[in-house]
């Protein structure tokens, strides 16, 4: 009966009505990403055949020089994850790297742990810093004593594929005016309960898709902390990281006002541990997404002023970025104020047409992923995803949603990253004060 | 009557003591009565002198002598070195000993005299072996064998009363107390412990710190320090300018430490390999060999101070083959505990492998055993003669013995079923019962554990068992 109404209201639709009750669907969210990001992606399949001669040469030049690479990684309580870092860091097939963990003041069995590896040799250097600076201050701790060409910032809840590191280096030899290199990051616990493996699929479409199409525009504004691949001078001439939360962000729009190139690697690939739970997911991407407000809003506005350093991509970067999560998030209450006032019997109907438009979208944007980047991975792993599908137009349209507008509305009214625990409460104090 | 006896190396006219006292020189030490010596009196200034005339009396084979107390006269409160000072039994000054302290000094070394003298045979006796006279010495002073940190012994604890009985400095003083230990005849109390070169023993090792790359013991520690509002994190020296800190990233003068910067750690770097670490390797090398070593390498020495047990007692006075186990074993053939552990190995496997036949392992307690050297003072060996014998009636040949200490001996019977085991052990125990309960009037506890040998037996675990049970 409802299905019956529901052909009927759709076939009796006029083009005018389609646009007025389905505005976000149709003029923003299919062209930006459904329709770009699936053209684009056709496109970087002849890109990426074009550039095998390219990719050979520059490997061979890399095996050929032999660079230093530093893994740093930063972290507190990450004790029990760094084993199995180290093991896949130890598998690579670019060997020429070290390892430097950064302790930032652990209260758990860390320190013991990471100086037994130090002890064996599988972490070059460990440092236990006894009192808690922030992740900057522990990454930075890490940069001065790395002694790389390369600065490879890895999450200690994470792993690296065994190709990964000599993949992400091949940019540089390709390039030389890129400064960063950011990995593919995929999720480990994929298995672990049905959060997880939403956030896989949305990991394949924001970050593997996502940023390759953001990379080959030229407007990437993010290498991800759990997988970036610095040049080591371009990191001296910034003298680290600055103070957190969002310090990935933050650096990566850094090196871009230096003028170099920033791209992204879907081939590199880091494994990483993702929340289990949705309250735990819902507190990581609150403290994300407060970071746009406090660093795109704020703290780099001068990058969309017309300027000396003014740089149309770095504009494009953050007014896309601004523009997408900002503006967008308020278009969809509009939306919903929209059809309650306006549309309110039509409820049922829009509700479903756009749970199924978005369903269609997340499918071929799915598929397009898999096409691409579902053969770096095992056959399983991601591909049997697909069944959870339906659920994804809820997971993106309501929880991230709710849980976004949240954390801009706190942020921008109340600035409650700088409360963040995140962070030692010393270093937020001087970091509010003096507006960071 | 006894009397102080002066002893010197060769005559002289120097000392003011010599119309007091008897006087001899060290060559006539032969030929001095020793049962009427009260102790002995050494007055030389020669750090050298002192020692050859200490170890003379030491080494020398009479209980009469070597066990004589040794008062050492000091001509002002000149420093002697620690292990002389204590190898005597008192030191005094020269300007304050007379007549009356000597009579005090008599008086107060009359217990180490009548000690003595409960030797029997005294007069013609001669003591060989350095573990007895070790053991004597400590019974008849009865107080405890204290040990001295000195820097005059490679492996810097002594004990100087008696390590001039040794011959050379070397392990031979601690070897000889752990072996009294071992066979009950000292307890041990922990004093304190001390770390040792892996390679000779020597006491005197020299810690540093080293780079745990390159082993280079040139390295240099820095603190880090971590400026909060921009997050740089570096060395001290990077933040000096003057009198100031400054920032090097963000050029902001640091204030106060835990307001805007904080110092998270020390990092040591090696100046011959650029290695930066938190935690140096500790690495030692001997001053007398002058090899290095890890200290998870050295040896740790536990340092204890000794007393004699009651058997010990009993043995000092009586000797060493006084003991029962000394006396089992020149009747039987005693076996020493590795040897019968292969025993045991054997016969697992032969019986498991052939599974004809059965052997039994046996553990033999006797609880009060200290009780009845005290009890029986020189009978001890007499006795212990006749317990032997019925050892040697009850066991075979083929049967094999070995004792764990004075009080717990191990047996394996073989070809034996437990519970002819059993009637064999209990003939055994009551033999051993009636012999003490008509001749003495006392009846031992006897306990004992009967287990079939097989892949599952753990001898140490038994002899533990059989010890719980004793206690609850």
């Known amino acids: 009966m409802y299905i019956e109404n529901l052909i009927q209201f759709i ?24 329709l770009l990001d699936s053209f684009l992606i056709i496109s970087y399949i002849p890109k990426w055949k074009r550039e095998r001669p390219l990719r050979a040469r520059a490997r061979k030049q890399l095996f050929h020089e032999r660079p230093l690479v530093s893994v740093i990684v930063p972290g ?75 600065v490879l910032h890895i999450d200690a809840d994470s792993f690296l594929d065994s190709k990964s590191i000599e993949t992400i280096l091949l940019p540089f030899y390709m390039d030389e005016n890129i400064g960063v290199v950011g ?28 940023r390759t ?71 990581q991407r609150y403290r994300w997404d407060r970071s746009l407000i406090r660093f795109r809003a704020r703290k780099h506005f001068d990058i969309l002023k017309p300027s000396a350093n ?51 979208a997340n499918f071929i944007e799915f598929s397009v992923a898999l096409l691409l980047f579902g053969s770096t991975t095992a056959k399983w792993r991601e591909k049997k995803l697909i069944f959870l599908m339906p659920l994804m137009p809820l997971y993106t349209g309501l929880f991230i ?36 | 009557m006894k009397k102080p006896v002066k002893l010197e190396l060769e005559p002289s006219n120097r000392q003011l003591l010599d119309d007091k006292f008897e006087t001899h020189l060290l060559s006539e030490i032969n030929t001095i009565d020793a049962t009427s010596v009260a102790y002995w009196l050494i007055e030389e200034e020669d750090d050298e002198a002192i020692k050859r005339l200490v170890e003379a009396i030491r080494r020398h084979p009479a209980p009469a002598i070597y066990l004589r107390a040794i008062v050492l006269l000091t ?12 190898g005597a039994d008192a030191l005094y000054k020269i300007s304050t000993f007379d007549q009356a302290t000597a009579d005090t000094l008599s008086s107060d070394f009359e217990g180490v005299n009548q000690w003595i003298e409960r030797i029997p045979n005294l007069s013609d006796h001669s003591d060989i072996n350095t573990s007895l006279k070790v053991l004597r010495f400590i019974s008849s002073r009865d107080t405890e064998l204290l040990p001295v940190m000195t820097t005059q012994v490679h492996n810097g604890y002594d004990y100087p009363s008696i390590s001039a009985m040794f011959e050379k400095d070397d392990d031979a003083v601690i070897d000889t107390l752990s072996f009294l230990q071992k066979q009950r005849l000292l307890s041990p109390r922990f004093i304190t412990k001390t770390h040792l070169c892996s390679h000779c023993n020597g006491a005197f090792l020299n810690f540093k710190e080293v780079c745990p790359d390159c082993a280079s013991e040139e390295i240099n520690p820095d603190e880090l320090i971590h400026h909060f509002k921009c997050a740089y994190t570096g060395e001290f020296s990077e933040f000096v300018f003057g009198d100031e800190l400054i920032c090097p990233k963000c050029d902001k003068r640091l204030h106060h430490i835990g307001v805007d910067y904080d110092k998270p750690s020390i990092i040591f770097r090696c100046s011959q390999c650029n290695h930066s670490f938190q935690e140096p390797e500790i690495n030692s090398t001997c001053f007398s060999c002058g090899r290095s070593s890890k200290p998870e390498d050295q040896v740790l020495q536990i340092i204890n101070g000794y007393s004699a047990t009651s058997i010990g007692h009993n043995a000092a006075i009586y000797g060493l083959e006084s003991l029962f186990s000394n006396i089992l074993e020149t009747e039987l053939n005693l076996f020493t505990h590795s040897a019968f552990k292969d025993f045991i190995k054997i016969e697992i496997s032969r019986t498991t492998r052939y599974k004809i036949t059965n052997s039994t392992f046996v553990i033999l307690q006797f609880s009060d055993l200290e009780n009845l050297y005290i009890r029986l003072g020189k009978r001890a060996e007499e006795v212990f003669s006749e317990l032997s ?34 009637q064999a052990i209990d003939r055994l125990t009551s033999g051993i019962t009636q012999l003490l309960e008509n001749n003495l009037d006392y009846s031992p506890e006897v306990l004992t554990r009967i287990e079939k040998i097989d892949a599952q037996l753990e001898i140490d675990n038994s002899l533990e068992r059989l010890l719980e049970n004793n206690v609850h």
């Not at chain 1, 709710?402 to 700088?418: K, N, P, Q």
Request: aromatic share 12%; proline share 2%; glycine share 4%.
């Open chain 1, 11 to 34: 076939s009796n639709l006029t083009f005018w009505q389609v646009l007025a009750y389905f505005w976000p669907f149709f003029i923003i969210d299919m062209f930006r990403y459904v």
């Open chain 2, 389 to 422: 014998a019925i050892f040697k009636s009850i066991l075979r040949q083929s049967d094999i013995i070995s004792a764990r200490n004075e009080s717990i001996f191990f047996i394996i019977l073989t070809e034996t079923d437990t519970a002819q085991a059993k």
């Open chain 1, 310 to 360: 003014f740089y149309l991509s770095n504009f494009i970067s953050s007014a896309d970025n601004l523009f997408f999560n900002l503006l967008l998030n308020i278009k969809w209450w509009l939306y919903t104020a929209q059809i309650l006032i306006f549309q309110a019997s039509l409820l049922e109907y829009i509700f479903m047409i756009n749970y199924l438009l978005y369903l269609i």
């Open chain 1, 183 to 210: 990995g593919d990051v995929r999720v480990a616990n994929i298995n672990d309960s049905l959060t997880t493996s939403l956030q896989a699929i949305e990991y394949m479409k924001t970050i593997s898709t996502g």
């Open chain 1, 76 to 150: 507190k309580n990450e004790g029990k994850h760094i084993p199995k870092l180290c093991r896949s860091l130890a598998a690579q097939t670019y060997n020429q790297i070290e390892i430097i963990v950064v302790d930032d003041g652990s209260d758990d069995k860390t320190a013991q742990i990471c100086r037994e590896l130090e002890a064996k040799k599988e972490i070059t250097t460990f440092i236990s810093n006894r009192v808690r600076g922030g992740k900057a201050s522990a990454a930075n701790t890490a940069l001065r004593y790395a002694r790389g060409e390369y």
């Open chain 2, 75 to 86: 001509k002002n409160n000149a420093k002697k070195t620690n292990t002389i000072d204590h």
């Open chain 1, 401 to 436: 949603r709710i849980v976004r507008t949240y954390a801009y509305l706190m942020e921008f009214l109340h600035r409650t990253s700088y409360n963040d625990r995140w962070n030692p409460w010393k270093v937020s104090k001087i970091a509010k004060r003096e507006r960071l």
């Open chain 1, 213 to 283: 199409v953001l990379s080959m525009l030229g407007i990437l504004r993010i290498v991800a902390g759990a997988h970036g691949m610095f040049r080591k001078d371009v990191l001296d001439r910034l003298q680290g990281w600055d103070v957190g939360p969002g310090l990935d962000g933050d650096i990566t729009l850094k090196i871009r006002k230096l003028g170099y190139r920033v791209v992204h690697e879907s081939h590199a690939i880091c494994y990483t541990n993702v929340p289990s739970t949705p309250s735990k997911l819902a507190h």
